[in-house]
């Protein structure tokens, strides 16, 4: 095999500022840019209402806008869990098979451009899109907020908010890597995207029953949980271990941390873990992001990861003329 001469990475700029500017002006990103837009603020205005009805002095006010939910539509937060996924497989399951479809990819490689730099050009392009849309949501969020309560949000506030942000790019992140994955592993785009959405709704739906029936198996409740007729602690920890193994479920449990200052722990509580605590005291920011250390560890994991593997498939596959 011979040497590849040069750098791998040459034509990475020009790979990811074109695939950039097609993604920004495509009619697929027009369609996926509306769809989150509308739901977002039919969740905000829900939101809003709710905090005017029911909210006295709160120093955390400007969160709520994030995290309350008015029936039927979820919070803003949980809307976002549920959409991120359907943005980032929209812009990455025919990233590759795309350009073979399109019989672009020889002469895209016959270019003095590898794989590795067409890959990662891809990839960054749609994670530079993936960001610029959820920072453009998150300034309307903050500035809707501001006209809505006509309260400035604090410090904190505002940095909690910026966390929860980076939070949900990583989240992105781990699904446009899976995306892009089962492009290079399907040659067909519509098996692609079909096997990301069903993978996405097996998670986000499916899983988390699963995973207590699993739990059970794995270990069963004793004879004093039956007779109470709850969960005794190991299957809980076993139910909570295999719902991890969801992205949507690190996502979740990161924002109830990061946008709740209130919230302690994640997962079941021990007595003896309350103890000294000040009850109805909120938490400091850096002990909020330990509480999610291990979530965000998780995500960027998992777009490492992922990515990784869908650079190794991508380089073993045969590129024909």
Request: a positive charge.
């Amino acid at each position: 095999m011979p040497k590849r001469k040069g750098s791998p990475w040459k034509g990475l700029g020009a790979v990811t500022l074109k695939e950039f500017a097609d993604h920004l002006s495509s009619a697929r990103m027009r369609v996926l840019e509306w769809l989150i837009v509308l739901t977002a603020a039919a969740a905000l205005y829900g939101a809003l209402q709710q905090i005017r009805n029911t909210t006295a002095e709160d120093p955390f006010v400007f969160l709520r806008v994030f995290t309350t939910a008015q029936a039927p539509m979820p919070s803003f937060a949980s809307l976002l869990g549920f959409l991120i996924p359907l943005m980032a497989i929209g812009l990455g399951f025919d990233a590759i098979n795309g350009e073979y479809s399109r019989r672009t990819m020889s002469r895209l490689l016959s270019q003095p451009i590898y794989r590795d730099a067409l890959l990662l050009g891809k990839f960054l392009a749609g994670l530079a899109t993936l960001a610029i849309s959820l920072l453009c949501l998150w300034l309307i969020v903050i500035g809707v907020g501001l006209l809505a309560l006509g309260v400035p949000p604090s410090g904190q506030e505002v940095t909690r908010s910026l966390l929860f942000l980076l939070m949900a790019l990583a989240y992105a992140g781990v699904w446009l890597a899976l995306s892009m994955l089962f492009s290079v592993v399907f040659r067909s785009a519509a098996t692609s995207a079909l096997v990301s959405l069903g993978l996405w709704l097996f998670l986000a739906l499916l899983w988390p029953l699963l995973s207590s029936a699993l739990a059970q198996a794995i270990a069963p409740p004793d004879l004093a949980s039956q007779l109470l007729g709850q969960p005794s602690l190991p299957t809980l920890e076993w139910q909570h271990a295999l719902q991890r193994l969801s992205p949507a479920q690190l996502f979740n449990e990161s924002i109830i941390a990061i946008l709740s200052p209130m919230t302690r722990a994640i997962g079941p509580i021990f007595l003896d873990q309350l103890e000294g605590a000040v009850m109805g005291a909120p938490l400091a920011l850096g002990q909020s992001v330990q509480i999610v250390w291990a979530q965000a560890v998780g995500l960027i994991a998992g777009v490492i990861l992922l990515f990784a593997l869908t650079y190794v498939v991508f380089q073993r596959q045969e590129v024909r003329a």
